[in-house]
């Protein structure tokens, strides 16, 4: 690996003029579980490093019923699929970091590197795309907010500036009546998603009727991808398994799967067939018993 100059500020405020100064010769290192890979591999050679793992400030849960939820970018996975607050109102996140790496992983990763990284198979952005959530960015020039859904651009890229430093996701309260779900094949317990599909869906007051519906895939395109014509199929209708199997084999149309040492396109095609319609499956249940 080749040398680079070392920082670790303590602060956001210490953090963002290394950033602004160095612009385009430094990258930031929080757990590091996915930066060290790639610049092991050579891929890219930082000329300084900020460490940003000791900015207590951005390590921090917090729930408000009209606000909901706001996670700091520093938050590690461990932390999320641990916390009571998560469990009770966004079971879907907790579920999701129980089946993401192993524990050691969760223990030092965070949210925001994980999101930062860009990996189109990364289980966190499916599920806050289901939930609708927001990033909020900070530079020296200012704050701004993008959704999940458009923050990866490719494979490993993200809508993130040179000098920006992602500071906090927010989840919002789910409407009533919706359940949330994911699902992802693993060759082995938390092995990263050969694919992977998260599903919100929102029904009638009092009834089986689809009023809303997120369908997101993962690592089954150059970005997470949201599936909108099977969206479209579940929308307005009475759902049932026949509906949910339609869902699957719609979004499998939708996806432009790649082929690697894990799976061949077809073989993930086919299998985003299925984890759409389980993952669509068990949000029909939690819709139907409200919970999130
Ligand atoms: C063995 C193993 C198994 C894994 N399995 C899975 C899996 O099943 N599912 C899954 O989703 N992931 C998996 N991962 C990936 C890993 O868990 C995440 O990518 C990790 O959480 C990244 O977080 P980090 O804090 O270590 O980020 P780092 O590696 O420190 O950083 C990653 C990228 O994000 C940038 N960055 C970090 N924080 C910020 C910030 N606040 N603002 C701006 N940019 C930032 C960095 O510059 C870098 O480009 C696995 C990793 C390993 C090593």
Not at 60 to 86: M, Q
Not at 129 to 149: F, N, P, T, Y
Request: proline letters at 5%; one cysteine or more.
């Amino acid at each position: 690996m080749k040398d680079f100059e070392y920082f670790a500020p303590k602060t956001v405020e210490e953090a963002l003029p290394l950033l602004s100064r160095y612009k385009g010769e430094a990258k930031i290192i929080a757990g590091g579980q996915s930066l060290l890979v790639v610049m092991r591999q050579g891929l890219i050679a930082p000329e300084y490093v900020v460490d940003i793992k000791g900015i207590a400030d951005l390590d921090y849960l917090a729930y408000d019923e009209r606000e909901g939820l706001r996670i700091g970018a520093l938050t590690t996975h461990r932390t999320i699929e641990k916390s009571p607050i998560v469990q009770k109102h966004f079971k879907a996140l907790s579920e999701m970091e129980t089946n993401l790496a192993t524990i050691q992983t969760r223990n030092w990763g965070t949210i925001g590197g994980n999101l930062c990284h860009g990996d189109p198979a990364g289980d966190p952005a499916p599920v806050l795309m289901a939930l609708g959530a927001k990033l909020k960015m900070k530079s020296l020039s200012g704050e701004r907010i993008v959704a999940v859904e458009d923050f990866s651009k490719d494979l490993l890229e993200v809508d993130l500036g040179e000098d920006e430093m992602l500071i906090e996701i927010r989840v919002p309260v789910p409407r009533p009546r919706t359940g949330v779900a994911h699902e992802k094949l693993m060759a082995m317990q938390g092995d990263a998603g050969i694919v992977g599909a998260a599903v919100a869906l929102t029904l009638k007051p009092g009834e089986d009727v689809c009023e809303d519906a997120r369908i997101v895939v993962s690592n089954a395109a150059s970005v997470p991808l949201r599936a909108k014509e099977a969206e479209k199929r579940l929308m307005g209708k009475v759902i049932d398994d026949t509906l949910l199997a339609q869902a699957g084999d719609v979004a499998s149309e939708e996806v432009d799967p790649p082929s690697d040492v894990h799976a061949t396109a077809e073989y993930r095609r086919e299998m985003v067939k299925v984890f759409v319609r389980r993952a669509a499956a068990r949000a029909f249940e939690k819709a139907k018993r409200m919970g999130h």
